[in-house]
């Protein structure tokens, strides 16, 4: 979703997948930032945080009327419907980061 947003065109390619992946463990509860993703990505959870909350707030407030092929694509079970998890509501994902 973010290769249709230039906002996120800055950003490197590596901190934006470490802080997709960041987020896709604490949506699906599945623990945090552990020391060894820190040594192979180069990140700290802290370094991650500021990113993974604009991806949350990208799921949580997308458009729905235009550039629908990456939603349609990922909705569909081949993919296991990413495209329709729910986002983590902002407070909870802040508590959530703070804990990491």
Request: proline fraction near 5%; charged fraction near 20%.
């Amino acid at each position: 979703m973010t290769l249709q947003e230039y906002d996120y065109a800055r950003e490197s390619p590596s901190k934006l997948a470490a802080s997709c992946l960041l987020l896709a463990l604490t949506m699906k509860n599945l623990g945090g930032w552990t020391p060894t993703l820190e040594y192979y990505s180069g990140y700290s959870a802290q370094d991650l945080h500021p990113l993974v909350k604009r991806l949350n707030f990208l799921l949580t407030y997308q458009p729905h009327d235009k550039l629908n092929a990456v939603r349609s694509k990922y909705s569909h079970r081949v993919f296991f419907e990413v495209a329709k998890v729910t986002p983590m509501d902002m407070l909870k994902l802040e508590e959530a980061l703070s804990s990491c």
